[in-house]
């Protein structure tokens, strides 16, 4: 995911890169769907399949909502892991430079150098940005939108 991060950093506004990050990070959460549905398929693997239909259903949609809901944990913990890189951003810009205070410290180098290319107002807006993005996820908005249109929004906020 850090790679996504700083392809967004390092695009100088180019939409076609910024499309090509979103749906980098897009094809991650796709992935992280796919090894949810197969972890809980093998835990459900064991059910009888000759069980009542009504009792299978039943099953099935204890699946599914068990997949959604990881699924939108995990979602969570992914941008919850962008929030952070973006407060690094910001810490770097308030701290002057000074890593002692960042979450990705084996990035402190990438982090303190795009960080220059940041307005202390463009790095709190990033942060609101992702809120966003947050709030339109939970509002099951399409994953591809939300997440092109919010690289965009943080790409340009580089100078």
Same mark, same amino acid.
């Given at each position: ?9 390092? %695009? ?14 897009? *094809? ?7 090894? !949810?549905?197969?972890?809980?398929? &093998? ?5 009888? #399949? $000759? ?8 099953? #099935?949609?204890? *699946?599914? &909502? ?7 944990? /995990?979602?969570?913990?992914? !941008? ?17 430079? #000074?890593? %002692?205070?960042? +979450? ?5 180098? +990438?982090?303190?150098?795009? %960080?220059?290319? !940041? ?6 807006? $990033? ?5 966003? &993005?947050?709030?339109?996820? /939970? ?5 591809? $939108?939300? +997440? ?8 340009? %906020? +580089?100078?």
């Amino acid at each position: 995911m850090i790679c996504i991060l700083k392809s967004i950093v390092l %695009s100088n506004g180019d939409i076609v890169k910024i499309v090509m990050a979103s749906r980098d990070f897009v *094809q991650l959460l796709k992935n992280v769907r796919e090894q !949810l549905e197969q972890k809980i398929e &093998a835990e459900y693997s064991d059910f009888d #399949d $000759n069980i009542d239909p009504d009792a299978r259903k039943e099953l #099935d949609n204890l *699946q599914k &909502a068990r997949i959604e809901a990881q699924y939108r944990e /995990e979602c969570s913990n992914i !941008l919850n892991a962008m929030l952070n890189w973006f407060r690094d951003l910001m810490m770097a810009i308030v701290f002057q430079g #000074d890593t %002692s205070h960042l +979450f990705y410290k084996n990035e402190a180098d +990438f982090i303190v150098d795009a %960080s220059k290319r !940041l307005t202390f107002s463009n790095a709190i807006a $990033n942060l609101s940005a992702i809120e966003d &993005a947050r709030y339109q996820l /939970e509002q099951y908005l399409q994953e591809q $939108n939300v +997440f092109e249109r919010l690289f965009v929004k943080l790409a340009r %906020s +580089f100078r």
